[in-house]
Structure formats: structure tokens, C-alpha cells
């Protein structure tokens, strides 16, 4: 399957700002697919955070913000909280031939 | 309020099948369509195909191609996934979600823990 690449960690202290990376290729992300993004608490199942590249979903406050540009995606969280401290996700669709829809490969975010 | 209830933790031997389900409830079954998507230990999310319930419509990962098979009840709101010929590499957290227009998944079952060990 492709895959969607993110950076293992990222950690930032109690108020800082954060910002994590997704990079794709021509197959997804690229070819205008829209990016996504999820967060995973442990031993939970994923929760859908931002959708369509910039838009929160219900509930999810606005310390979360996502952009997209070219083959690339980036979440940021502003104003970063101890309850942030989770897995992150982002997630696009593919037309190539392995997998309709393709996941990145996770990035732990630690509170310090 | 739409959830997905999922079955729960198995254990299996490798070489046998696994089946599991996936309730839905306070949705439109019929319109929406619903992922699989497993999670290895310690690994990231894999997309394992996908069920559109109103049109009959079924897409798998290229990987799992010949193991797996997504079905639907439309009687009872219900996905299903059986997966064959088990290995242990098979150990996961799965996963059911529903799908938007956006192409994301909004709504997530709450994960069945499947264990493959002789």
C-alpha cells in the first residue's frame, strides 16, 4: 500500500505550538486528494479531527488547524495541552492500484 | 446519534477464519458505506477495504485480496468482515468506520481485538 509519511514525534511544552507534517505523492495527496486527520488516544479508536484539508469537526476545539499544499499536509496545534498528548493521523485517498484510501504512519505527540 | 457496535475479542489459531461485525445504529444504513481498517501492536492504521450497503458495492486492498470478504445485512444495519487463512502477522485491533463524501471516516466502531497464536 502507499503510504503517507509523518514524522515519528514531535513533543512541545504546556501553551507551545506544534505542528506536524504528512507528505504523499502523486497518487494522493498530490493529485488533489483531500488530506484528513485523526487523533488517537491510547487504547482508543481513532477520532476524526480536522476533514477536507481545513475544516474541524464537531467538537473539536480551534487549538486544531490543518493545511494543505501540493503533495503535503501539516496539522498544527496552538496552544498545546496536556490532553494532546496522543497518536495523530492523517489520512488521504489514492487512485493508484494498491488502496482505495491510504493512512500516514503516525506521530506521537508529546506534552513536556 | 450514529454508532457502530462491534463484536468482540477473538482468538484463533492460524490457518482458521475470523468473522466480525459491526452494528450500526441512528443512521441511514442504506446510504452510507463503511471501511475496515485494521491496527497491527504498535503500527499504523491500514485501510482493508470498504462496503457501499445500497449499491452492493465491495473494494479491497490489493494485499488482502482473496482473504477477505466484506459483507452487509441491510435487515439488521449490520457489516461484516471475514478474514482467512489467518497468520499470525493478522494479530490486530480491527476496526469498522463510516465514510463521508469527503473521503474521510467520521464515525468508528469501538475496535475488536483479534489474536492469531498457536
Known amino acids: 500500500q502507499s503510504v503517507l509519511t509523518q514524522p515519528p514525534s514531535v513533543s512541545g511544552a504546556p501553551g507551545q505550538r506544534v505542528t506536524i507534517s504528512c507528505t504523499g505523492s502523486?497518487?494522493?495527496?498530490?493529485?488533489?486528494?483531500?488530506v484528513h486527520w485523526y487523533q488517537q488516544l491510547p487504547g482508543t479508536a481513532p477520532k476524526l479531527l480536522i476533514y477536507g484539508n481545513i475544516n474541524r469537526f464537531s467538537g473539536v476545539p480551534d487549538r486544531f488547524s490543518g493545511s494543505k499544499s501540493g503533495t503535503s499536509a501539516s496539522l498544527a496545534i496552538t496552544g498545546l495541552q496536556a490532553e494532546d498528548e496522543a497518536d495523530y493521523y492523517c489520512q488521504s485517498y489514492d487512485n493508484g492500484l494498491s488502496a482505495l484510501y491510504v493512512f500516514g504512519t503516525g506521530t506521537k505527540v508529546t506534552v513536556l | 446519534q450514529v454508532q457502530l457496535v462491534q463484536s468482540g475479542a477473538e482468538a484463533k489459531k492460524p490457518g482458521s477464519s475470523v468473522k466480525v461485525s459491526c452494528k450500526t445504529s441512528g443512521g441511514t444504513f442504506r446510504n452510507d458505506n463503511f471501511s475496515w481498517v485494521r491496527q497491527a501492536p504498535g503500527q499504523r492504521l491500514e485501510w482493508m477495504g470498504r462496503?457501499?450497503?445500497?449499491?452492493?458495492?465491495?473494494d479491497y486492498a490489493q494485499n488482502l485480496q482473496g482473504r477477505l470478504t466484506i459483507t452487509a445485512d441491510q435487515s439488521t444495519n449490520t457489516a461484516y468482515m471475514e478474514l482467512t487463512s489467518l497468520r499470525s502477522e493478522d494479530t490486530a485491533v480491527y476496526y469498522c468506520?463510516?465514510?463521508?463524501?469527503?473521503?474521510?471516516?467520521?464515525?468508528w466502531g469501538q475496535g475488536t481485538m483479534v489474536t492469531v497464536s498457536s
Open positions: 502523486s497518487s494522493n495527496i498530490g493529485a488533489g486528494y483531500d
Open positions: 462496503i457501499i450497503p445500497f449499491v452492493g458495492s465491495v
Open positions: 468506520a463510516r465514510g463521508t463524501h469527503h473521503l474521510a471516516f467520521d464515525i
